[in-house]
């Protein structure tokens, strides 16, 4: 079965700092997808991104950054510099080939001035 | 054009009313869902339909019964609610398997 853990249910920054959200997974598939996706105040989720089971190369995105590594089941997320407009409940989803997306807790980020 | 939109965004109800949450979704995706999430709990899925047919029903309880007529439109409808069932009910879509776009939410109150 598959399974994600965020094990920082919340973290609190002040702007300008870096951080880092956490995100293990469990599979036993060789071929899974990642995501991680951001719910501001407002509530709707947004997409951020997504990684295949296949791709272990790191990304960027402006200030995020993504890190997969399979070696430890990790795939976390890095917000450089953050800003007071990045405080939200950030999630990790894993999805395996014909199987729906299950998604952590999340991670709840405030960012202060 | 927002690709994932929700009605109504807000609704409060008596636990003897009839409601429906809308959904739909402008994006040509083959899967919706719909998805509950209350205070401090992981997101819970709910119901998925995947080419207009129900394929995953979560033991959801039957007060909350899903109607999905074509590959754009999503229905969840409520009766006889309980307090504990307040809470943002959030409708994706997607191709299936592949990332889901998220519509705003209903946030639902049960008095």
């Known amino acids: 079965a598959q399974k994600v853990t965020q094990a920082q249910t919340e973290i609190s920054v002040v702007e300008k700092e870096d951080v880092t959200l956490d995100c293990v997974y469990e599979t036993r598939d060789t071929t899974y997808y990642l995501f991680w996706y951001k719910q501001p105040p407002s509530g709707e989720l947004v997409f951020l991104i997504r990684r295949n089971s296949f791709d272990e190369q790191n990304e960027i995105s402006g200030r995020y950054s993504w890190n997969f590594q399979k070696s430890t089941s990790s795939f976390n997320f890095t917000i450089t510099a953050s800003q007071v407009v990045d405080s939200a409940v950030y999630f990790c989803a894993l999805s395996e080939l014909n199987n729906d997306m299950r998604f952590g807790a999340g991670t709840r980020l405030t960012v202060k001035p | 054009e927002t690709g994932v939109t929700q009605t109504p965004r807000h609704l409060v109800m008596g636990m003897t009313n009839k409601k429906s949450l809308k959904c739909e979704q402008h994006l040509g995706h083959n899967a919706m869902y719909w998805y509950k999430q209350s205070a401090k709990k992981p997101l819970e899925l709910m119901f998925v339909?995947?080419?207009?047919?129900?394929?995953e029903n979560n033991s959801v309880p039957s007060r909350f019964s899903p109607e999905c007529p074509n590959s754009s439109h999503l229905f969840l409808h409520l009766h006889t609610l309980q307090p504990e069932d307040s809470a943002l009910y959030l409708c994706?879509?997607?191709?299936?398997?592949?990332?889901?776009?998220f519509g705003p939410g209903t946030r639902l109150t049960v008095l």
């Open positions: 994706a879509s997607s191709h299936q398997g592949y990332e889901q776009f």
């Open positions: 339909y995947s080419l207009e047919e129900r394929v």
